[in-house]
């Protein structure tokens, strides 16, 4: 798989999706491994967290902890299903994608993700994160 997809959107491909196509992909992909509404099973939660992360137990979840939407779709496309990574259609993935987002209250049910909407969603955490290379 070599490709790279930047927070601010390039080299996302084409396709598009929302979260109630997303809701079916999770229903067969992702509920083993990460739960009924992403609350988390064998692998780690998906939603929840918020205003955690500065406390004793921080909850890093995609809704609590990620800096960019863009990561989310990323991720997905490298590294899930478990048991059988990038075999999801682009299609598959937005709409996986915004199902999660929607999960953690930062998209609308019916909101299209794809190419263009994508890198707009505002993470909660995406001031989060600072660059701090210094050469």
């Known amino acids: 798989m070599d490709y790279t997809i930047l927070p601010n959107g390039d080299g996302l491909p084409d396709g598009s999706g929302t979260a109630k196509k997303g809701a079916a992909v999770y229903q067969q992909h992702c509920i083993a491994c990460h739960g009924e509404g992403g609350a988390g099973s064998v692998n780690d939660a998906?939603?929840?967290g918020h205003g955690s992360l500065a406390?004793?137990?921080p909850k890093k979840t995609?809704?609590?902890y990620w800096p960019y939407a863009t990561t989310v779709?990323?991720?997905?496309r490298r590294a899930m299903p478990l048991q059988a990574p990038g075999s999801l259609s682009s299609d598959e993935i937005y709409s996986v994608t915004a199902?999660?987002?929607f999960l953690n209250d930062i998209v609308l049910e019916s909101?299209?993700?794809n190419a263009e909407t994508l890198p707009r969603v505002e993470m909660p955490n995406r001031d989060g994160f600072v660059w701090d290379y210094s050469p």
């Not at 779709?73 to 997905?76: A, L, Q, R, W």
């Open 46 to 48: 998906l939603v929840g």
């Open 55 to 57: 406390t004793g137990q």
């Open 62 to 64: 995609v809704g609590s």
């Open 73 to 76: 779709f990323d991720y997905v």
């Open 99 to 101: 199902y999660i987002l």
């Open 111 to 113: 909101d299209e993700l």
